[in-house]
């Protein structure tokens, strides 16, 4: 997989590999900026295009292959 940028995840589009309760396609809704800006950002909000269910992740999860592939597959 390509390395992510957290700064470059708003409205990206990711496929669960093991969908939940018809959830497998979600869209990253929002970057969660930590309270110090010289942070690194650590969480993002992603969207159930399905149910428009919305969770926050560390953005890191999303690199690993066995739970999400980038895109709508």
């Given at each position: 997989m390509?390395?992510?940028?957290?700064?470059?995840?708003?409205?990206?589009?990711?496929?669960?590999?093991?969908?939940?309760?018809?959830?497998?396609?979600?869209?990253?809704?929002?970057?969660?900026?930590?309270?110090?800006?010289t942070d690194p950002i650590e969480s993002v909000e992603i969207e159930s295009v399905f149910?428009?269910?919305?969770?926050v992740i560390p953005w890191r999860e999303l690199q690993d292959d066995g739970v999400w592939r980038q895109g709508w597959v």
């Amino acid at each position: 997989m390509n390395p992510l940028n957290p700064k470059k995840l708003l409205l990206t589009k990711w496929t669960a590999v093991k969908p939940v309760a018809k959830q497998k396609h979600f869209l990253i809704s929002r970057v969660i900026q930590p309270e110090m800006r010289t942070d690194p950002i650590e969480s993002v909000e992603i969207e159930s295009v399905f149910s428009k269910a919305t969770q926050v992740i560390p953005w890191r999860e999303l690199q690993d292959d066995g739970v999400w592939r980038q895109g709508w597959v």
